[in-house]
């Protein structure tokens, strides 16, 4: 009996996608707040005046001096707390972050899923959260800012810079390297012009809801862009809800 040919594999092909504003409709230093005055690891006065700093973010983009300034703040609250409940409060973050998250951009991430894709999140946001968020997603993985964990406790420092701009250029290009990636082949998600280095190191670049830099930049690259609106998250919303009341016996 002649051997049969065996199916061919799908291209080795990465998609990355940001968090903040691009798959989440905020930022998540806020529900990572949030979640932990939920918890007991804050206090209310650090919850306002961390909210404060992410009220900043929201309105004056993500600039290095307020990205710093936000991380800053929000890992100060958190040094001292074990690595074991810092995952802890990762799931219950995500569980926050889930009705936030953009229905459009969530099913293009699935998309790539479905078609034998890595999909990978990096973002600003600490490692142990974006990697929680990827795993909910069931993405390949998340690449955040790194923290120093001492003897099972988050020493309130950093392994390295701040997962922003260059270094999520760099962190995604070592990523391909270790696994034969082609960048051409490769996708890349954001919404600010600071990820321009990420989105410029791939074959295909999308942009979800632009700031004006990166707008103009994508009309003049001729890249795809997505205009969503929190509508859209409304809608999902009354769906799921319908969906659950056809379900109940």
């Known amino acids: 009996m002649s ?13 990355f996608f940001d968090i903040d504003k691009t798959l989440l409709n ?14 007991g690891i804050v206090s209310l006065r650090d919850l306002a005046r961390f909210g404060w ?19 800053d703040r929000g890992m100060r609250m958190l040094a001292g707390t074990s690595a074991e409940r810092l995952h802890s409060l990762a799931g219950s973050v995500v569980r926050r ?6 229905p459009e951009t969530r ?13 990978w999140l990096v973002s600003t946001t600490p490692d142990f959260l974006a990697q929680e968020l990827a795993a909910s997603l069931g993405a390949t993985g998340g690449i955040g800012t790194g923290l120093e964990i001492a003897d099972g406790v988050f020493t309130g420092r950093f392994t390295g810079p701040t997962m922003h701009g260059p270094e999520k250029a760099a962190a995604a290009a070592r990523l391909l390297t270790d ?3 082609d960048p051409v082949d490769c996708y890349a998600y954001s919404d600010s012009v600071n990820d321009l280095p990420l989105l410029s190191s791939v074959g295909t670049a999308v942009v979800i809801n632009p700031d004006r830099e990166l707008a103009a930049h994508a009309a003049e690259a001729g890249w795809r862009m997505l205009r969503l609106d929190p509508s859209s998250i409304r809608t999902e919303r009354r769906r799921v809800r319908q969906e659950a009341r056809g379900r109940t016996v």
């Open 53 to 71: 700093e992410a009220v900043k973010f929201r309105r004056r983009g993500e600039h290095q001096g307020v990205l710093d300034e936000v991380r």
């Open 26 to 39: 905020g930022a998540s230093l806020l529900f990572l707040a949030r979640a932990a005055r939920t918890l």
């Open 3 to 15: 051997e049969q040919p065996s199916a061919p594999r799908p291209l080795p092909v990465a998609a």
């Open 179 to 181: 696994r034969g990636y």
């Open 107 to 119: 099913e293009v991430l699935r998309a790539h899923l479905d078609a034998g894709h890595e999909v």
């Open 97 to 102: 972050m889930q009705p936030k998250l953009w």
